[in-house]
């Protein structure tokens, strides 16, 4: 966490690894869905067993085409427009 020095953020470990499946399965990846990039909208919650389907996300992952592959440009934009709706 030396890197995200924003008091708001926090880190979680999870050494089963039952979100990267939690999200390969909400994803639709093929295994595990880890180097992913996921973006959410304000009010988003978590209310269910499986974690929501983001409102936009990116990958590094081989063999998944549901999404785009992580261009940091790109990210940058649909973040900046989930900060300003």
Known sequence: MALVTDPRAQQFWDADGWLDDAYGRVLGTPGAAWDVYLLYGRGRAWD???PPKPDYWMHQLSGVNTAPHLDPEIL??????????
Do not use: G, K, P, T
Not at 76 to 85: C, G, M, T
């Open 48 to 50: 269910d067993i499986l």
């Open 76 to 85: 940058r934009q649909h973040v900046e427009n989930l900060l300003h709706a």
